[in-house]
């Protein structure tokens, strides 16, 4: 069954969310990028690299089996978003770029995106909607507090 996801942002993140999808596609995953969502009346109605922006409520109706990424920066715009696509019984998912290195004791919770060129070693947790952008490493132990967000190029040590 393909998985059909919806950005929620339009910004740069939410750009290399949807490349980031799209790798994962032509690996063979059945995911797909639908839609942008943005709630800026400005964008609405736009088309961004080939996918159209559309609005939260536009979203609800057109996509009612799809699932959320929340593809935006500051963690206090994650949460209230998160509330609203909760609110509205719809749910979120994780992402992790097919050419990520990582253990099979990595623990990831819901809305976590994993961007190309990341490492993740051993025993590492990750809670709600962390970002992990590009090349990234992490080490043995480490436990991310939900809405975390690493910028590109961060290396987080063991025991962190």
Not at 33 to 49: H, R, S, T
Not at 58 to 84: D, M
Not at 96 to 125: F, H, M, P, W
Not at 145 to 157: E, I, K
Request: glycine share 8%; with cysteine.
């Amino acid at each position: 069954m393909m998985r059909h996801i919806l950005i929620y942002g339009s910004g740069g993140f939410a750009r290399e969310v949807a490349w980031l999808i799209e790798q994962n596609a032509a690996a063979g995953q059945k995911i797909v990028a639908v839609a942008f969502v943005d709630d800026n009346v400005a964008v609405q109605g736009g088309v961004l690299n080939e996918l159209p922006i559309i609005s939260f409520e536009v979203a609800c109706q057109q996509y009612p089996f799809a699932q959320f990424v929340i593809a935006i920066g500051s963690a206090a715009v994650r949460k209230k978003l998160l509330e609203k696509i909760e609110q509205a019984s719809f749910t979120c998912t994780s992402l992790i770029q097919c050419r990520v290195e990582y253990s099979r004791y990595l623990k990831i919770d819901t809305g976590t995106i994993i961007c190309a060129g990341s490492i993740l070693t051993t025993n590492i947790t990750l809670a709600r909607h962390v970002h992990i952008n590009l090349d990234c490493t992490i080490g043995h132990d480490v436990v991310m507090q939900d809405f975390v967000t690493l910028a590109p190029g961060v290396h987080v040590s063991g025991w962190v």
